[in-house]
């Protein structure tokens, strides 16, 4: 039986759960929950769903520089508890987290409590019993819970990311155990998200790395669209974001399927939402000055005069919208840490 610590592989004695417990404590490496044994045949279980060679670098993940190797995902995809069939989800998020534009070494630096948030996407869903559904963000489905799971084990195991040493965020937050949702396409009006950002795949993954999502709700029969999009700018406009002071910063919108069935039926489409939000989720420019002497702003924002109003972020293309959920007038707001782009790439080995 083998165990990950980064730098190289841990032959284990005995796979009895409180002794790998037990040693996993004593090293501090995982999540601090039960973990399962890598054994050799649950790591080969996992590989058989991948191509290429297992121990092929395939990205480095800060702050430690930790490589990424299919081997070595797939070990934590193991220690997570995930099945073998969602193993290309986990290889491929791996993937997006190193993309230059998640900015990850800014990530695990800052004492934001920001996680990366996972968005699976396509017929992986449907195939790997991934929930989009009611509670989608919660507990109870098992390839949500251990496919976020495993970034995670990723993020500590080989980016180093230890609360304290390699990720400096304050108080930290849930999501840092595992954040995990799947795509709502049964009740999305629209094409697909990855879809929306170009990527044509049979299934996909998005990786944001945001905070816990932020309840908005419209709870109106009569679904007023202005009114339910109203709320949802009043919820992005708060000082307290990183997103208040960072131009660049997204916010995802995760539509529950009746406010998206809501706009649709009213002819809105994704990007007349984020219009309307950009539009709409405003403060006066002297707001924004008196409460940040340090401003990550585009050029024509310093330029605002006082009492202009501007937007919580700098071009309505950084208002990406999702559909997930089951029955009730809910959404969630997920806005970034800042400094940081999502990622959206195919699903594969």
Known sequence: ?????????????????????????????????????????????????????????????????????????????????????????????????????????????????VAPLLIVSGDVVTQCGFNAGTGALGPGNRANATVGRAVRLLLLHVGGARPGSGDASSQGQPAKYTYCVAENLDHCPWESYPLSRGVDAPSAVTVHCGEGPHNVHDMEAAGDPALILDKMASAMTSLGMNN????????????????????????????????????????????????FEERAWDKWMHLAAAADLLPMTGHPDNIRVFVVGGPGKHSSLIPSWGMTKSVTLPVAG
């Open 244 to 291: 208040a002071c960072i131009s660049m910063g997204e916010f995802f919108l995760a539509l529950g399927p009746e406010h998206a069935r809501t706009f649709a039926s009213n002819g809105l489409t994704r990007r007349d939402i984020a219009s309307y939000l950009f539009d709409h989720a405003r403060l006066p420019a002297h707001v924004f000055r008196r409460h």
């Open 1 to 113: 039986m083998t165990a990950v610590d980064a730098a190289h592989m841990l032959e284990l004695a005995s796979s009895d759960p409180e002794a790998l417990f037990a040693l996993f404590e004593e090293h501090g490496w995982g999540d601090g929950l039960p973990l399962v044994a890598p054994t050799p045949e649950r790591v080969d279980a996992m590989l058989e769903l991948a191509a290429g060679d297992p121990d092929e670098q395939l990205a480095v993940l800060p702050p430690r520089s930790g490589v990424v190797t299919r081997r070595i995902v797939a070990v934590n995809a193991v220690l997570a508890g995930c099945r073998p069939d969602v193993f290309p989800v986990v290889l491929s998020a791996a993937r997006a987290l190193a993309h230059p534009d998640v900015n990850l070494r800014g990530v695990n630096a800052t004492t934001h409590p």
